[in-house]
């Protein structure tokens, strides 16, 4: 339960990466295909698609990160809660 509860948050997080993005890491994380099979089905040369994974799983890495807490969990197995949203309005935060 808590393995589909996180991969329904990261696939989330995937999901408001740029296209570029987001069709890197759909392929090479999800689909498991190799840097040269992903550099094919884009049009893309191999090192051009290492290159945007490589931007790809940053970025995601950095949303992942401000979007989640990640632990483990009492049986030892990794977890994440999403973290709150908050924006700063004028001299207010607001929970969203």
Not at 2 to 11: A, F, K, L, S, V
Request: charged residues 30%; glycine residues 6%; hydrophobic residues 45%.
């Amino acid at each position: 339960m808590i393995r589909q509860e996180m991969n329904g948050c990261i696939r989330e997080i995937i999901e408001t990466l740029p296209e570029g993005f987001r069709s890197v890491i759909v392929l090479s994380e999800l689909e498991g295909m190799k840097d040269a099979e992903i550099a094919d089905i884009l049009g893309l040369s191999l090192q051009a698609a290492k290159i945007r994974l490589h931007r790809a799983r940053s970025q995601l890495k950095k949303e992942l990160s401000m979007a989640c807490v990640f632990y483990r969990d009492d049986r030892n197995v990794l977890a994440c809660d999403r973290k709150s949203l908050f924006v700063r309005i004028g001299e207010k935060t607001v929970a969203t």
